[in-house]
């Protein structure tokens, strides 16, 4: 029987295998869930590679004799220029049929970046190998929701995408506390290799088991094929374009505490980076882990009941994450501010998975990558390239990391304006989508 999709009220058939891993039905509960499992693992370890360098900070800095605006372009624009401007066209050709070979091919490059950022000599050396992290990185989340959202219906998009961001979140986890104690009993360079090693090995378990999703038929005209008709399409529906520039804003503050907090709560609290990492990765692993998994629920409950719910819901939880934040900053002990660090990540993590399945949906079938890849970039660019960078700046500048956070945080509710204003074009741009 031919899948169907409920349009308007109309049922109309889909083209033959739409959506369907060749020479898999739909239904099969089992081949999707291992997907699921496969791509989560691989979500860990590029989390733990991306943010392993946070923990790392400090000593990085003692070992390479870095200054603050050196660490921010280490952990920022260093990092997210290259990820976020290599994202498009990457992601397009994952789009054209080649998602799980992308995929891959950039499991394979980002773990051997991550293994020369362990070997480098100085801070041009760690830098390249930061922006190669990045060249790798720039196929992942964009490919992996793409798949992820061919092997699930809407119905349970966002909690599958919570558990791919879950797995993040535990790869966040082990970045502080794993990286944390091997920095401190062997050297921040074997945190990276670690880091590095189980990719080659995901890689090909991925080329070996998972199948190419069968793609619906192709446009009629190569204009329709071409990245810039595209974007224009994408960029054209209102709601979407607002979800990108509203998470790019928050993520501003969000990058710029996450990046900075370890190092932030080791000079302020005289603690090594074994001692911060073990006990702040964890409150913040089991938070996020919390944060994602009700984030995820929520984003598939409430839009049942009003689809405007999928950006009111991001724009609430990120404007209440500000005075979380600067009770955070502004705790006058470590075991506060790390018992306020629970709450402050809970909150803060409750809208990325609803934004990362209605990115999915405003997208359609044949531009879920490209969409993923337009959304990261403006939560990359401004959020992991530009917050922790610029925080880095206005540290060095003010002498204070304390209030360089606490002034880049008040991005957190002009990006929820931004976010709230685009609910009411939801319908109509869904609608554009599946067109």
Not at 184 to 197: E, K, P, Q, T
Not at 212 to 234: F, H, M, Q, Y
Not at 304 to 332: E, M
Not at 380 to 385: I, Q
Request: hydrophobic letters at 55%; aromatic letters at 8%.
């Amino acid at each position: 029987m031919e899948p169907l999709v409920r349009l308007r009220g109309e049922v109309t058939p889909l083209p033959p295998g739409a959506g369907v891993p060749a020479g898999r039905p739909l239904s099969s509960a089992i081949r999707s869930l291992y997907v699921l499992g496969l791509l989560s693992l691989i979500s860990l370890i590029s989390y733990y590679d991306r943010f392993v360098v946070a923990i790392l900070a400090q000593n990085i800095k003692r070992d390479l004799h870095l200054t603050d605006s050196q660490l921010g372009l280490l952990t920022g624009l260093g990092f997210a220029v290259i990820y976020s401007g290599l994202a498009i066209p990457i992601a397009r050709f994952s789009d054209r049929g080649r998602r799980v070979g992308v995929l891959a091919a950039s499991l394979t490059l980002w773990s051997a970046m991550t293994a020369l950022c362990g070997l480098a000599p100085n801070f041009l050396g760690l830098l390249l190998a930061r922006m190669g992290v990045g060249v790798g990185e720039a196929g992942a989340n964009p490919t992996t929701h793409a798949l992820v959202a061919e092997y699930f219906s809407p119905r349970w998009r966002a909690m599958a995408l919570s558990i791919i961001v879950v797995m993040g979140g535990v790869g966040f986890m082990a970045a502080n506390a794993a990286g944390g104690w091997l920095a401190d009993h062997y050297s921040w360079r074997m945190a990276f290799l670690v880091g590095a090693a189980p990719g080659p090995f995901l890689a090909l378990l991925l080329l070996l088991t998972v199948r190419e999703p069968v793609r619906p038929p192709e446009p009629k005209t190569a204009a329709d094929n071409a990245l810039g008709p595209a974007i224009r399409a994408l960029m054209s529906r209102r709601a979407l374009l607002l979800t990108c520039l509203g998470a790019g804003v928050c993520s501003m503050a969000s990058a710029a505490v996450s990046s900075w907090a370890p190092a932030f709560l080791m000079r302020e609290h005289n603690l090594t980076a074994g001692g911060v990492g073990v006990s702040y990765g964890a409150v913040m692993g089991v938070s996020t882990i919390f944060g994602l998994i009700l984030g995820g629920w929520l984003g598939d409950t409430l839009p049942r009941r009003d689809g405007r719910w999928a950006l009111w819901l991001p724009a609430l939880a990120f404007g209440l994450t500000l005075p979380l934040t600067a009770a955070f900053l502004f705790a006058t002990d470590f075991k506060t501010a790390v018992a306020l660090a629970a709450p402050m990540t809970v909150v803060g993590m409750l809208g990325n998975c609803p934004l990362y399945a209605l990115v999915q949906t405003l997208s359609g079938s044949r531009l879920r990558a490209t969409g993923a890849a337009l959304y990261l970039l403006a939560v990359n660019l401004l959020g992991t390239g530009l917050g922790p960078t610029l925080a880095g700046w206005l540290s060095d500048g003010l002498h204070s990391l304390r209030w360089a956070l606490a002034l880049v945080a008040l991005a957190y509710p002009l990006g929820a304006v931004l976010l709230a204003s685009g609910a009411s074009a939801i319908a109509e741009d869904s609608l554009a989508a599946d067109r």
